[in-house]
């Protein structure tokens, strides 16, 4: 199946924040290891130190600016300098997850998430497609099919018209 992955990650690694492909859900299930996870509801507009990227024109299929999951976690985790400041460390009341071997994550389409391994992990992911999202899902890759004949059309005309 080509959503399911068998993964293995060095400690200190991790991913970016992302929602993943297609509104799919997700599950993972760690082997060994410890890894962190922080995840925010469909309702955040991003999570915090994100940015559609400069060259995205829309929100749909966008590129984001999104720092390393080492250094986001380091910034969030790290003492505050002063005890009443917590400017940046609340958003959209993020969900903290510390998963060991043999706890399931499951990710629910739409949701944000970023996670950092702990230790060194070993852990077995898939993405899926639940029957209520089934429709999102569809229309998810209708779009990215359309993009694709659109940009291959587009390539041909170039090709034509600018060949020399």
């Not at 080492?70 to 609340?90: K, N, V, Y």
Request: hydrophobic share 40%.
């Amino acid at each position: 199946n080509e959503r399911e992955w068998l993964v293995v990650s060095p400690s200190r690694s991790g991913t970016r924040w992302h929602t993943d492909p297609y509104e799919t859900s997700a599950w993972n299930g760690l082997l060994h290891g410890r890894k962190l996870w922080c995840l925010l509801p469909p309702s955040a507009a991003l999570p915090p130190g994100v940015a559609i990227g400069a060259s995205s024109t829309a929100a749909v299929g966008a590129s984001l600016d999104a720092p390393a999951a080492s250094e986001w976690f380091r910034q969030r985790l790290a003492p505050q300098d002063s005890p009443g400041d917590t400017s940046g460390t609340r958003h959209d009341s993020p969900l903290w997850i510390d998963q060991r071997p043999g706890d399931v994550v499951f990710v629910p389409r739409g949701w944000w998430h970023t996670t950092l391994a702990l230790d060194t992990c070993v852990a077995f992911t898939q993405n899926m497609v639940l029957p209520a999202d089934a429709r999102a899902t569809l229309q998810a890759l209708d779009a990215e099919m359309f993009q694709a004949r659109a940009a291959g059309a587009l390539r041909r005309v170039l090709w034509e018209r600018h060949e020399d």
